[in-house]
């Protein structure tokens, strides 16, 4: 089992930026891909960014491409979503989840499902 852990929310002013962070507790990152999510109130789930074991794959919603990047430092068992440019849409929960993968170069489609999760992180970005 594993158990992930976000930090880095916050509260921040519209066009400022935060770092999303995500470790597991209790184990490595050995064999996972990566993806972040996020909730707003009153709505679905929806998929942000995606990235491989590798880091050499990412994958990302339309809504933050060019705004936001994820990353991932194995070594650390941490994975990353640096966001900028932040907009007041992107006020939600954000959650880290992991997918058990063979493919250390696989980055998940925006549908696929994952193995574990997080307890989320609360971004609000304020007009």
């Known amino acids: 089992q594993v158990q992930l852990v976000e930090s880095g929310g916050g509260l921040v002013q519209a066009g400022g930026s935060l770092r999303l962070s995500c470790a597991p507790s209790?184990?490595?990152?050995?064999?996972?891909?990566m993806g972040w999510f996020r909730q707003a109130p009153g709505k679905e789930r929806e998929f942000v960014a995606a990235i491989s074991w590798s880091g050499d794959n990412t994958n990302y919603v339309d809504s933050v491409k060019g705004r936001f990047t994820i990353s991932r430092d194995n070594a650390k068992n941490t994975v990353f979503l640096q966001m900028n440019s932040l907009k007041p849409e992107d006020t939600a929960i954000y959650y880290c989840?992991?997918?058990?993968?063979?493919?250390?170069?696989?980055?998940?489609?925006?549908?696929?499902?994952?193995?574990?999760w997080g307890q989320g992180t609360q971004v609000t970005v304020s007009s």
């Open positions: 989840a992991a997918r058990t993968i063979t493919n250390i170069y696989f980055v998940p489609p925006t549908r696929a499902p994952y193995d574990y």
């Open positions: 209790g184990r490595t990152f050995s064999r996972y891909a």
